[in-house]
């Protein structure tokens, strides 16, 4: 089964808007951090954001927030007053503790286009 | 300063060669990792090393061995290189219980096998 589903393929927004990209996740660990990467062109991964299973609130970096939804397991990346360079593929990730290995597991991506 | 520099960015190289991918990370972390991002973009993990100990071998080819000489190096040899192996390949690096500060990805090797 898949551990981490983005839907969202493509995704476009106007330049100073804000969007919000989809990532739903599937575990049974009680214990597991959720994680946000951009890929820009260039190729690198740049890491955004990050959510603990056990995080009260939602985290906040910057422009980046992620919309945490425990019992929906989703974790949405919202992007406010987006810019030219948000322009992205961006990843979900989750990485579980019970199994003692650190690996993570990533989505299919989905690329985030802004428009002028 | 790079904090996890791989080396070479691009390599370009003839089936059946073996060839190796070199990893280094400043940031006194203890795991790192190797991925495989594929054509269309999706990354898998490859192998993850703790403390020099492998903690991770998902269904690779054995063709495929990582080497870990200390703590701060992970590099990875493939053998009889097949087209199938094209790809970008990720070096990562880890701190037990600093999830927050996410995991550090090096640039990438583009590997292409001709």
């Known amino acids: 089964a898949q551990k981490i589903t983005q839907t969202q393929p493509g995704m476009f927004v106007q330049e100073k808007e804000a969007v919000t990209l989809d990532c739903t996740y599937d575990?049974?660990?009680?214990?597991?951090?959720l994680f946000w990467y951009k890929q820009p062109s260039s190729g690198e991964m740049i890491f955004l954001i990050y959510q603990g299973s056990y995080d009260q609130q939602n985290a906040t970096e910057g422009r980046y927030s992620l919309n945490f939804q425990k019992a929906r397991k989703s974790a949405n990346l919202v992007i406010s007053a987006s810019q030219l360079g948000d322009s992205a593929m961006y990843f979900c990730a989750m990485r579980e503790r019970r199994t003692g290995a650190n690996n993570l597991f990533f989505g299919t991506g989905t690329r985030l286009t802004v428009i002028p | 300063d790079t904090a996890v520099s791989q080396t070479p960015k691009y390599l370009v190289t003839q089936m059946g060669n073996d060839k190796s991918i070199k990893c280094e990370q400043n940031l006194g972390h203890d795991t790192m990792y190797w991925y495989k991002q594929d054509s269309k973009k999706f990354l898998k993990i490859m192998f993850s090393y703790n403390n020099k100990e492998l903690i991770i071998n998902e269904t690779v080819p054995n063709r495929f061995s990582p080497k870990s000489p200390d703590k701060a190096h992970l590099n990875l040899h493939i053998n009889s290189l097949e087209l199938g192996d094209s790809a970008v390949y990720f070096c990562?690096?880890?701190?037990?219980?600093?999830?927050?500060?996410?995991?550090?990805f090096g640039s990438g090797t583009r590997l292409t096998v001709v």
């Open positions: 575990t049974s660990d009680p214990s597991y951090g």
């Open positions: 990562a690096s880890s701190q037990e219980d600093r999830d927050h500060y996410g995991y550090t």
